[in-house]
């Protein structure tokens, strides 16, 4: 089976009703990303980001995987899907994709504030958990924080997601603005035969030279036409 790598982003999540982040109207508009995505924020006023996240965490409980996620799944039919998603979301998992990689964590998931990567310590929280307060504790004793990589925190999982890239016959970027490293240089680590595809319904400034297959649509739109495209 040919590989086939994903790499979403918000964009992948606005038609289920989540905001993205640098679009008008979108989170760092409304939330100052110092405060509320950044481990210096979490030290000033770890109450503030408790509740920005809590928010986060709580509006899965309303929001469903749309028809891109959906399709996404459906690929795994005919490809070896490996999905890397810088989305704390978990709609793909919920659009039934089974093999996906999350670069900037997830909200279902809380960890310590002294060793936010050492797995004994992250946890994944039940629906009836998902509100995380001050005083609640990680097993180390320390106070939870959730597991979410913040601005000027390593990215664990950076190297895995290279390693797929650099092994796919196929990448598919979708609905991200390609702004954030190092998730936006992993098309990099595409091999120059690799077919490149990016969906986006609006212009993507992509720092690279390489021949790429625009298709300007939505998720939804954008991934059944790739589907007949790939068909094709
Ligand atoms: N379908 C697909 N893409 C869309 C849609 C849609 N319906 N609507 C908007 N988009 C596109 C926008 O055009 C933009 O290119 O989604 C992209 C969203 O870009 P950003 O808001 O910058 O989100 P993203 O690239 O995922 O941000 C990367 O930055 O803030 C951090 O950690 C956060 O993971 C996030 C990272």
Redesign the pocket.
């Known amino acids: 089976m040919k590989k086939l790598v994903v790499l979403s ?4 999540s ?2 289920s009703g989540i905001s ?4 008008a109207g ?1 989170l ?1 508009d409304k939330y100052p ?1 110092e405060q509320v ?1 950044t481990p210096e924020g979490y030290q000033r006023n770890p109450e503030l980001v408790l509740r920005f996240y809590n928010e986060r965490r709580k509006q899965l409980t309303s929001v469903e995987p749309n028809q ?1 996620h959906r399709l996404l799944a459906r690929l795994e039919k005919d490809y070896d899907v490996t999905i890397i998603t ?3 979301d978990n709609l793909h998992e919920r659009g039934g994709s089974s093999h996906i990689i999350h670069l ?1 964590g997830e909200l279902t998931k809380v960890t310590s504030s002294y060793a936010p990567n050492d797995s004994r310590y992250i946890k994944e929280l039940k629906p009836e958990e998902y509100e995380v307060k001050i005083g609640d504790l990680a097993g180390d004793g320390s106070q939870l924080r959730p597991y979410i ?1 913040w601005f000027g925190e390593a990215v664990p999982m950076i190297e895995t997601a290279a390693s797929y890239v650099s092994q796919a016959d196929i990448l598919v970027i ?7 490293y190092p ?1 936006a240089g992993l098309l990099n680590y595409a091999p120059v035969g690799t077919q490149v595809y990016l ?4 212009e ?1 400034n992509v720092q690279s030279s390489r021949k790429i297959e625009v298709i300007r649509k ?2 939804s739109e ?1 991934v059944a036409e790739l589907l007949t495209r790939l068909r094709q």
């Open positions: 982003g918000a964009g992948m606005a038609e993205t982040f640098r679009d979108g760092w990303v995505a891109g810088q989305n704390v900037h990589v979708i609905g991200t603005s390609m702004n954030v998730a969906i986006d319904p609006n993507v939505g998720a954008g």
